[in-house]
T-cell receptor, first 113, second 111 residues
Framework: QKEVEQDPGPLSVPEGAIVSLNCTYS??????FMWYRQYSRKGPELLMY????GNKEDGRFTAQVDKSSKYISLFIRDSQPSDSATYLC?????????????FGDGTTLTVKP | GAGVSQSPSNKVTEKGKDVELRCDPI?????LYWYRQSLGQGLEFLIY????????KSGLPSDRFSAERTGGSVSTLTIQRTQQEDSAVYLC?????????FGPGTRLTVL
């Protein structure tokens, strides 16, 4: 069983829709949670990171962490065609400010105009 | 430069040949990582450097894979006797505290 499982998608939504992207994890040592966006043939780009349970908002993006359920989500409000990309969740242990991240397999999102 | 750079951007090689992939991290970043991404998959950790030493090599899939880092900066990932299953995008990242910045990757195709 993988340590990080991500809803596989793909997702296709109309412009303006609210998008929910989700990951679950099995290792309670993970304390630092990240969401990356990856455009085709590009490297991943960090969107958001959080240490805490609860919500963290940045513009149209909200990251949600529920440590008791080992579940994280990324919400995108008022989705735009430019949001079309693959979204990767990632996590790592808190006691290393360096050290490997464990990634989900990604969810490909298409936002149709 | 402003970001992590990798070269070459694309590499096509024949089965059995050796290849070298290069990563130039962001200046001043002490931590450097190599990951591999196969088509439609997430990132698979290969190796992590702190300075010139590699405290975590646990992701290297076989002894055909090796990596080094010199001067606390540039890193080279070497794959010997390449196999078709080595075909993937090889991504490098460098770390500033809690944030990993990724390069654009090297797309390796083994024929």
């Amino acid at each position: 069983q993988k340590e990080v499982e991500q809803d596989p998608g793909p997702l296709s939504v109309p412009e303006g829709a609210i998008v929910s992207l989700n990951c679950t994890y099995s290792n309670s040592a993970f304390q630092y949670f990240m969401w990356y966006r990856q455009y085709s043939r590009k490297g991943p780009e960090l969107l958001m990171y959080t240490y805490s349970s609860g919500n963290k908002e940045d513009g149209r993006f909200t990251a949600q962490v529920d440590k008791s359920s080992k579940y994280i989500s990324l919400f995108i409000r008022d989705s735009q065609p430019s949001d079309s990309a693959t979204y990767l969740c990632a996590m790592r242990r808190i006691n290393t400010n360096a050290g490997k991240s464990t990634f989900g397999d990604g969810t490909t999102l298409t936002v149709k105009p | 430069g402003a970001g992590v750079s990798q070269s070459p951007s694309n590499k096509v090689t024949e089965k059995g040949k050796d290849v070298e992939l290069r990563c130039d991290p962001i200046s001043g970043h002490t931590a450097l990582y190599w990951y591999r991404q196969s088509l439609g998959q997430g990132l698979e950790f290969l190796i992590y450097f702190q300075g010139n030493s590699a405290p975590d090599k646990s992701g290297l899939p076989s002894d055909r894979f090796s990596a080094e880092r010199t001067g606390g900066s540039v890193s080279t990932l070497t794959i010997q006797r390449t196999q078709q299953e080595d075909s993937a995008v090889y991504l490098c990242a460098s770390d500033s505290r809690d944030t990993q910045y990724f390069g654009p990757g090297t797309r390796l195709t083994v024929l």
